[in-house]
């Protein structure tokens, strides 16, 4: 079936570094995709969301690229802080359904 | 603060048993989704509601139901509990059905089953 999958279950970065969290989609068909933060003991964050007729966002700190040739997406985190310390999941829906679907997520570590 | 609230924070109860979920969307959003979160796994899809009705179903097992309300708050029902269904329990809610609208989490519900 289809799938989301990460590529680094694990990421550690040095504070101040930018940090880039990379994720797969198998299901063509999807045409909106999301990157959520969850801490420790709390549930899913929002960070940004794409759709499927832009390669390029860019919010706060984070930029998401995607490259439908090969069903990648990625998360750009500049110039990490401690607080980005979190596990990353990256999510496809296919509109306008929502049926989110998604990753196993990446752990983010800030090394201070 | 998401804004959404779930209800109970913790739960533990024992196999075969039956629990139930709480959830209470954003003020005036009119979907609700419930996601289960395993340990060290990502986030399942179980079932969403829009104003009362069912949307979309995901991989939500017999054994669990769900509903929305006139007050549009949402319940997951689990019934005939196994040890496999020990697992953070998430609602999120969203303004509207389907387009690119961003969904907020509660903070879970931990049920344990022993």
């Known amino acids: 079936g289809e799938s989301v999958g990460l590529h680094l279950p694990t990421l550690s970065v040095q504070e101040g570094d930018n940090s880039i969290i990379n994720c797969a989609y198998s299901?063509?068909?999807?045409?909106?995709f999301i990157w959520y933060k969850q801490e420790s003991g709390k549930g899913p964050q929002f960070i940004i969301d794409?759709?499927?007729?832009?390669d390029k966002r860019q919010g706060q700190r984070v930029t998401v690229l995607l490259n439908k040739t090969v069903k990648h997406l990625s998360l750009q985190i500049a110039a990490t802080q401690p607080g980005d310390s979190a596990v990353y999941f990256c999510?496809?829906?296919?509109?306008?359904?929502?049926?989110?679907?998604f990753g196993t997520g990446t752990k983010l570590q800030v090394i201070p | 603060d998401s804004g959404v609230t779930q209800t109970p924070k913790h739960l533990i109860t024992a196999t075969g048993q039956r629990v139930t979920l709480r959830c209470s969307p954003r003020?005036?959003?009119?979907?609700v989704y419930w996601y289960q979160q395993s340990l060290d796994q990502g986030l399942q899809f179980l079932i969403q509601?829009?104003?009362?009705?069912?949307?979309a179903k995901g991989n939500i097992l017999e054994r669990f139901s769900a509903q929305q309300f006139p007050d549009l708050h949402s319940e997951l029902n689990l019934s005939s509990l196994e040890l496999g269904d020990s697992a953070l329990y998430f609602c999120?809610?969203?303004?509207?059905?389907?387009?690119?609208?961003?969904?907020?989490f509660g903070q879970g519900t931990r049920l344990t089953v022993v």
């Open positions: 299901n063509s068909a999807s045409d909106y």
């Open positions: 794409i759709r499927s007729n832009m």
């Open positions: 003020s005036g959003d009119l979907s």
């Open positions: 509601y829009y104003n009362g009705e069912e949307r």
């Open positions: 999120a809610s969203s303004a509207r059905t389907g387009g690119n609208t961003e969904a907020f």
């Open positions: 999510a496809e829906n296919i509109l306008p359904y929502q049926k989110v679907t």
